[in-house]
């Protein structure tokens, strides 16, 4: 890039600069919100410098909970949005790399159709078909379940297409070695099509993680026990209070906890992602 | 080790195309077949037919005396390198040439001792811990090679394994592939298309063409006595200068009475103002020179002038003939000169160019 110089840099910076801060400042108003006194940000009077209350506000928030409308502890709620987000990630990328391999490498009857009725069902997002969704996972008895949260949300076509593309690349020449070397159809899916696979995965976990970490609409219409609440209907829960005061420093230090994980996941997989786009070698 | 032994296969793909169209081959016990043949001939199909990667259509494929049309590869007891090499990207040289014998569940102890014997003969030794990505290509070259010859197989197969190498390596690796085949003696078939490596590396030669045999025989024979006018042209570099004539044109040299084509390598004319008893002579213009140090090849155009050819008896009619001289000397661009040929070295083949017409 050509160095700029003068005031024509100092232009480009400031508008950098500016950029970042409506980007960030939502973000540390939550963090500063979330040490203060719960009376001073509801008259108004919230400062813009960190409070004095970081250590309780977290403290409750985590393993207490709201005193009015949610009693969950936050702590329970991240559980819970922990395992439902794991559960959807590794099972949608589970179930697609093992759908890709069937599409890509076998020859069955009616392949082609059923890759595109994989395909099509790109267009049926959750919200379409959510009638029927809750039908079947009311039927089956997994209504305020683990499975319940997970198991409808673990096919994905997008994670499929993708494998499928990948697959598609992969020289036949390795698979002619792998037949000639005495490796069947799993020896070869397992030593060499997985670890060939591995920064695919590791991309897809990180938005399948956050994907599934962000669920709002399923949980909410399939929990209804407290302690099967997720973090996302949690926060809404906490902000609409009848009768009282809205606890905000909770309801902030619950957002910043909502956060941590999808942080935490991009940046340890995005070390990983990185370093296998530099190995790989097909 | 085995022979290997093709009976009228047949491969037709499911389109109706025929790729192979009845192939008649045998390779004995130990002995370096390589098919040759331009792009799209089937030599690649036929081998592949041999590995059981692509299902026969047709006659029988026996190794060793056992017909393995319906045996999986693994089963076949071949061993195969790729033309890309196909090694296992997220492997060790050592995990590359030991995955096949592991699969086959031999003891670790004897994996070892023969991926080690491979990579001393391979000179892998001090790479086994590499992965392939951080060899050169010579080196990812005998990695495949290792993997075929610790599973010490019956039967090799080599799908164009040189092309991928540059053309001071590929005369290396060729040497040195004649030499471990003949060290291990292990009957192999070898796919390529430059007529130089089929050439030097055979036993048996076979042309192909069309998804046919064109000629089966000792490198050598082929070229001495190509059986017809393609294998003429394919076997030997330049290709052999091939003429249509009249019956009428050579009668006196050949006896024959057919209108048929002439064939005369580049190599067996002689600049000279002499006809040779028998022989046949050209008034040649010089149209370009290739020099390549040892020999230099003349690229001629004949006489548009037909009536002076059909005077003179032992001429042929227009067209480009290619002579090779050694030596660097050569005649300027642009210069008439003639050349001759002796009788024993015309090769005459019927009109459609199927048949050799003299033994």
Same mark, same amino acid.
């Given at each position: ?47 813009? @410098? ?34 439902? %987000? ?63 949260? %997970? ?25 002619? %070695? ?105 | ?116 014997? %491979? ?57 040195? !592939? ?5 060290? @291990? ?75 048929? !084509? ?98």
């Amino acid at each position: 890039m050509v160095e700029e110089e003068g005031f024509r840099r100092y232009v480009a910076h400031a508008i950098l600069w500016i950029g970042i801060a409506i980007v960030a400042f939502p973000v540390y108003i939550a963090i500063v919100a979330s040490t203060q006194d719960n009376a001073l940000i509801a008259n108004g009077q919230m400062s813009l @410098l960190p409070g004095g209350h970081f250590f309780e506000v977290y403290y409750q928030t985590i393993f207490v909970g709201t005193s009015g409308s949610t009693r969950e502890p936050v702590g329970n709620m991240m559980l819970n949005s922990l395992v439902m %987000a794991l559960l959807i990630a590794v099972g949608k990328i589970a179930i697609s790399i093992i759908s890709a391999y069937a599409i890509v490498y076998f020859r069955f009857p009616f392949r082609m159709p059923i890759f595109w009725i994989i395909f099509i069902t790109l267009m049926l997002p959750v919200e379409v078909r959510i009638y029927p969704t809750y039908k079947i996972v009311a039927d089956l008895h997994m209504l305020d379940s683990y499975a319940g949260l %997970a198991l409808p949300l673990i096919a994905s076509a997008t994670a499929t297409l993708l494998f499928r593309q990948f697959f598609m690349t992969v020289p036949d020449e390795l698979l002619e %070695a792998s037949r000639i070397d005495g490796a069947g159809p799993l020896r070869f899916f397992w030593d060499t099509l997985l670890p060939l696979s591995r920064t695919n995965m590791a991309a897809l976990f990180v938005i399948l993680f956050i994907l599934g970490w962000n669920q709002y609409l399923w949980p909410l219409l399939i929990t209804t026990r407290d302690d099967m609440q997720t973090i996302q209907v949690g926060i809404r829960k906490m902000i609409t209070t009848t009768d009282a005061l809205t606890e905000w420093p909770v309801v902030m230090a619950t957002a910043v906890l909502a956060m941590l994980p999808p942080v935490f996941v991009v940046v340890a997989m995005q070390k990983l992602f990185v370093r296998g786009l530099v190995e790989t070698e097909k | 080790m085995a022979n290997v032994t093709l009976r009228n296969v047949r491969k037709t793909y499911p389109g109706g195309f025929e790729a192979i169209k009845g192939v008649n081959v045998d390779v004995a016990d130990g002995q370096f077949c390589v098919l040759v043949g331009p792009s799209g001939c089937g030599k690649s199909t036929l081998l592949r037919m041999v590995a059981g990667l692509e299902t026969v259509t047709g006659g029988e494929i026996d190794i060793g005396g056992r017909v393995v049309n319906q045996v999986e590869p693994a089963d076949r007891d071949i061993a195969m390198v790729f033309q890309n090499y196909a090694l296992y990207p997220h492997m060790s040289v050592f995990n590359n040439m030991a995955y096949g014998l592991r699969n086959r569940g031999m003891k670790e102890a004897e994996v070892k001792t023969r991926v080690d014997e %491979a990579a001393r003969v391979l000179e892998l030794t001090p790479m086994l811990e590499r992965k392939p990505r951080q060899l050169s290509g010579g080196q990812r070259q005998r990695v495949a090679m290792g993997r075929a010859i610790v599973r010490q197989p019956k039967v090799f197969l080599f799908d164009e394994p040189l092309s991928n190498l540059d053309a001071k390596l590929r005369i290396a690796m060729r040497v040195e !592939i004649r030499k471990l085949q003949r060290r @291990l003696n292990t009957t192999s078939i070898y796919v390529t298309h430059d007529q130089l490596e089929a050439m030097t590396l055979a036993d048996v030669l076979v042309v192909m063409n069309g998804g046919e045999v064109e000629q089966i025989g000792n490198p050598l024979a082929i070229y001495e006595k190509p059986a017809t006018t393609f294998v003429a042209s394919f076997i030997g570099a330049p290709p052999m200068n091939l003429m249509p004539t009249r019956a009428d044109e050579i009668k006196s040299q050949l006896g024959s009475t057919e209108a048929g !084509i002439l064939g005369i390598r580049p190599e067996d004319f002689v600049i000279t103002d002499q006809t040779p008893a028998g022989g046949i002579a050209l008034p040649l213009t010089v149209e370009a020179i290739e020099r390549v140090g040892a020999e230099t090849f003349v690229y001629g155009a004949r006489d548009q002038d037909e009536q002076r050819v059909a005077a003179t008896p032992g001429e042929l009619p227009p067209g480009e003939v290619i002579v090779r001289i050694p030596g660097s000397e050569a005649p300027p661009i642009g210069a008439r000169i003639r050349v001759a040929a002796l009788r024993q070295k015309l090769h005459l083949f019927s009109g459609d160019g199927r048949t050799r017409l003299e033994a």
